[in-house]
């Protein structure tokens, strides 16, 4: 399975560049389908091993209950259902089996992928995400069951960088589908996405193509300019992390939102989509908080300092104020400078622009409203 999945990030770096905007090479380069074809079940699971790992229930012919549910509102309340870590006493119960050799496979074939990409950032253009599902859990929430599947983003970056994850369900994947075909008819013709399935959403062998077609469907969607930059698809990636990351942060769970808080600033720098300042700065302040609560003043002042960067010398930015009053305070705290960012502040109080004090980089994060 690595050595297939080298090869595919392989030809989609080397890949034809003029076509990848339009339609007609999109769907020369990739498979009509992203189903496996029937003489493909056989020996699936074995050749699927050492890089996913998933659990079933071969025996249950009931109908899906994530197919059919929540087909007119937001799959993704909350962030809620859809972060992997959701963790708690009104979590769902998961059925979790990731065998040994697995983790092992999946591991070696991480390692892989960073030697690929270590080699080749500097010389091949453009350089594209690739997709890797790592697991896919059976959920039991009662009254409705589905399965959570965990994808590993992984793209250009410093070696040894671990790649970002994401947890999402069917319905999710359906939405941003349908979004994505109601906005980009032309585009989204030559991009396939596997269909409902009323029975069997269980069994091993359904688990193994879906996990196998979203890859595909992901990787598609990053390969078309027009559909990578779209902001249905940013959501899909961020919104859930940041959700979920920013409800951590309100209820004191410091340790569990970093993770979370971490995960959402890599997988941002590795879309590499430009969609305005607004959510890394939150994703910065998210990190300066529970670094701070952490007793970590040193990256809690870091993350301060690339957020001064990114809002730069412009008009004032309502995380502006915030954020220099942190680096004021830990910079003090620190024994390290601290006049620069004092008197950017001062002026800021003096024309009246924030109030004094400043609100602070915390009462930011309860108050955003993220949509």
């Not at 549910?69 to 990731?98: F, M, N, T, V």
């Not at 040894?160 to 906005?183: C, V």
């Not at 779209?230 to 990636?237: E, K, T, V």
């Not at 001064?308 to 680096?327: R, Y």
């Amino acid at each position: 399975m690595a050595s297939r999945l080298l090869h595919r990030l392989r030809h989609a770096l080397t890949g034809d560049g003029p076509g990848e905007a339009a339609a007609g090479p999109e769907a020369e380069q990739f498979p009509e389908s992203s189903e496996l074809e029937d003489d493909d079940a056989e020996g699936l699971s074995s050749r699927l091993s050492g890089t996913l790992s998933f659990t079933s229930a071969e025996e249950d012919e009931d109908q899906d209950d994530e197919d059919d549910e929540e087909a007119d509102h937001d799959p993704l309340p909350d962030g809620d259902r859809a972060a992997g870590e959701d963790a708690g006493p009104s979590c769902a119960h998961a059925e979790r089996s990731p065998p040994p050799d697995g983790q092992r496979g999946s591991q070696l074939l991480t390692r892989q992928l960073q030697d690929f990409w270590k080699k080749s950032r500097n010389t091949l253009v453009p350089q594209r995400l690739l997709f890797e599902v790592t697991s896919a859990n059976v959920v039991k929430d009662p009254p409705s069951k589905y399965v959570l599947y965990t994808l590993a983003v992984m793209g250009p970056g410093p070696p040894g960088r671990q790649p970002a994850q994401i947890s999402r369900r069917y319905s999710d994947f359906e939405r941003l589908h349908r979004n994505l075909q109601r906005q980009f008819r032309g585009p989204m013709a030559a991009i396939s996405f596997p269909r409902k399935r009323l029975r069997r959403n269980f069994t091993t062998e359904t688990i193994a193509r879906r996990s196998r077609a979203f890859e595909q469907f992901l990787g598609h969607l990053q390969a078309v300019p027009e559909l990578r930059q779209a902001p249905d698809l940013q959501d899909f990636f961020v919104l859930p992390e940041l959700r979920r990351a920013q409800s951590l942060t309100c209820t004191g769970l410091y340790r569990e939102a970093l993770a979370l808080w971490a995960n959402a600033w890599q997988l941002q720098a590795q879309l590499g989509v430009p969609s305005g300042p607004d959510r890394p700065l939150l994703t910065l302040a998210g990190l300066a908080v529970c670094h701070q609560e952490l007793e970590d003043p040193g990256e809690a002042r870091a993350c301060c300092e690339k957020a001064l960067q990114l809002l730069g010398d412009k008009s004032p930015h309502p995380f502006l104020a915030p954020f220099l009053e942190a680096h004021v305070r830990l910079s003090w705290h620190l024994g390290l400078d601290k006049h620069q960012s004092e008197a950017r502040l001062q002026a800021l109080q003096e024309a009246g622009l924030t109030p004094t004090p400043p609100p602070s980089l915390k009462e930011l994060l309860i108050k955003e409203v993220l949509d």
